[in-house]
Structure formats: structure tokens, C-alpha cells
């Protein structure tokens, strides 16, 4: 399901400034059929890196994770995200992965899907645990909202990297903490 991706392009490395967790943010580009895809990879400290995901054309709506495309090409679009988990990943062995499987917001007729155990998330789940297992990674779960972490099981402490990463996107995120 997940075997098909598409050709992806690096397009540009942002520097964090003034930021306590944040190192840079690498974004990447594809095609699909119909539209062009922004990933941006957030790098973190703990060689914990988020991947985020959305159309080009809406880069600049507050909702541009949670719309949907209508091009029936998720698992395509998801294993491409893959595919740059696995270029980092060969890179640095350490890195760990982590994402939200943001909610469905359909602004043009009100409907809001709830944050917890979204749709875009059980499918990301999915695909991590077919194409990972838990071998190379430890995967931990927040199913009230929606977000993942794989940790690399090359790092000698993962409880460590769990607790850190967790007080870290509670300090940057602190909703994650209600």
C-alpha cells in the first residue's frame, strides 16, 4: 500500500533563531498528478524531527494541515513523507520521528472532526507500524491529540528521549499538557 512515492526535491534550509528547541526547519517539494506538496521537517533537539506536510497553494491558510485534497492519493503522499524519513534516517541513525495527524476542517460547510484519534492519524499509524515495526523504532502514542513519536531504538535511552521530547513540545505546545 505505502510501495509507491513520489520524486521529491530539497528546496531549502531555514535557520532557527531565537529559538530554545527549534535548530531549522528543511523543506522539500513534489508533484503529484494535480498539485504541488510542501514538506517541511522541523529539526529539534534530542535528534527528534517532526515532519509536516501540505498543499503548496495553501501554504499561507492557518488550516493548511487540515484540508483535505480530494486527489485520493494518500498512501502515495504518505510514503513520499516516508521516503524523507528514510534520507534523514540513513544520515543520522539517531533521529527520531514525530508527527499529528492534524483534524478535518471543512470550513465551507462548518465541520470540524475531533482532535482525538483523527483519521489522517490512524492512517500515519499505520503505515509507521507496517513499514517500521519496532525494531528500528520505539512508538509511542497521545491518541486525546492525535500525535506520534518513533523513537530510534539506536539511542541508548529512550524513556529519556520520550520524557524530554514530551517536556519539550508541552513547553512549545503547552495544550499538548492539558
Same mark, same amino acid.
Request: charged share 25%; glycine share 2%; proline share 2%.
Given at each position: 500500500?505505502?510501495? /509507491?512515492?513520489?520524486?521529491?526535491?530539497?528546496?531549502?534550509?531555514?535557520?532557527?533563531?531565537?529559538?530554545?528547541?527549534?535548530?531549522?526547519?528543511?523543506?522539500?517539494?513534489?508533484?503529484?498528478?494535480?498539485?504541488?506538496?510542501?514538506?517541511? %521537517?522541523?529539526?529539534?533537539?534530542?535528534? %527528534?524531527?517532526?515532519?509536516?506536510?501540505?498543499?503548496?497553494?495553501?501554504?499561507?491558510?492557518?488550516?493548511?494541515?487540515?484540508?483535505?485534497?480530494?486527489?485520493?492519493? /494518500?498512501?502515495?503522499? %504518505?510514503?513520499? /513523507?516516508?521516503?524523507?524519513?528514510?534520507?534523514?534516517?540513513?544520515?543520522?541513525?539517531?533521529?527520531?520521528? +514525530?508527527?499529528? +495527524?492534524?483534524?478535518?476542517?471543512?470550513?465551507?460547510? +462548518?465541520?470540524?472532526?475531533?482532535?482525538?484519534?483523527?483519521?489522517?492519524?490512524? %492512517?500515519?499509524?499505520?503505515?509507521?507500524?507496517?513499514?517500521? +515495526?519496532?525494531?528500528?523504532?520505539?512508538?509511542?502514542?497521545?491518541?486525546?491529540?492525535?500525535?506520534?513519536?518513533?523513537?530510534?531504538?539506536?539511542?541508548?535511552?529512550?524513556?529519556?528521549?520520550?520524557?524530554?521530547?514530551?517536556?519539550?513540545?508541552?513547553?512549545?505546545?503547552?495544550?499538548?499538557?492539558?
Amino acid at each position: 500500500m505505502f510501495d /509507491c512515492y513520489y520524486r521529491f526535491n530539497k528546496v531549502g534550509v531555514d535557520k532557527a533563531h531565537n529559538k530554545t528547541y527549534l535548530k531549522e526547519i528543511v523543506t522539500y517539494s513534489f508533484k503529484s498528478n494535480h498539485n504541488y506538496y510542501l514538506v517541511e %521537517v522541523e529539526v529539534y533537539r534530542y535528534n %527528534v524531527f517532526i515532519i509536516k506536510y501540505f498543499l503548496k497553494k495553501h501554504k499561507h491558510s492557518s488550516l493548511k494541515y487540515n484540508i483535505l485534497t480530494n486527489e485520493n492519493r /494518500c498512501s502515495k503522499v %504518505v510514503s513520499t /513523507c516516508i521516503r524523507i524519513m528514510l534520507q534523514i534516517h540513513d544520515k543520522n541513525p539517531l533521529a527520531s520521528y +514525530g508527527f499529528l +495527524g492534524a483534524n478535518t476542517v471543512k470550513s465551507e460547510t +462548518g465541520y470540524s472532526e475531533p482532535k482525538r484519534i483523527t483519521k489522517r492519524f490512524l %492512517v500515519y499509524r499505520r503505515a509507521m507500524y507496517a513499514l517500521f +515495526g519496532t525494531e528500528t523504532f520505539t512508538h509511542f502514542m497521545d491518541l486525546e491529540h492525535s500525535a506520534y513519536l518513533m523513537i530510534s531504538n539506536q539511542d541508548d535511552s529512550v524513556d529519556n528521549i520520550k520524557e524530554k521530547a514530551k517536556m519539550m513540545f508541552e513547553d512549545i505546545f503547552p495544550e499538548l499538557a492539558e
